[in-house]
């Protein structure tokens, strides 16, 4: 059973800085590629970063030069470091599991519960 626990989300400044991690289980974590979704008020749920398996990474363009995915494989873990924040970077983020590359159009099956992200002005 795929496992993804998020944490490191909470309020910020405009301008401050979080890392959010996820730890996987119930993978085999060197194999998949990882995500950051995140989700607004009233908005879709949208790609942030990914990286594959074999560190090829896509970002979002809103998040270019502030937001950094990396992964850890021997800790089964994923992280989003966000810099620069924005109040429109506030929404809900989640991490997201995949046997193959993920892209914008990928259909997730795996998630986590979601971290919250709050940035004031």
């Known amino acids: 059973q795929v496992q993804l626990v998020e944490s490191g989300g909470g309020l910020v400044q405009a301008g401050g800085s979080l890392r959010l991690s996820c730890v996987a289980s119930g993978i085999t974590f060197s194999r998949y590629a990882m995500g950051w979704f995140r989700q607004a008020p009233g908005k879709e749920r949208e790609l942030v970063e990914a990286?594959?398996?074999?560190?090829?990474?896509y970002y979002k363009e809103s998040v270019k030069g502030r937001f950094t995915i990396s992964r850890d494989n021997a800790k089964n873990t994923v992280y989003l470091q966000m810099n620069s924040l924005k109040p429109e970077d506030t929404a809900v983020y989640y991490c997201?599991?995949?046997?193959?590359?993920?892209?914008?159009?990928?259909?997730?099956?795996?998630w986590g519960q979601g971290t919250q992200v709050t940035v004031s002005s």
């Open positions: 997201a599991a995949n046997s193959r590359p993920i892209t914008i159009a990928t259909i997730i099956s795996n």
């Open positions: 990286i594959s398996s074999s560190g090829t990474i």
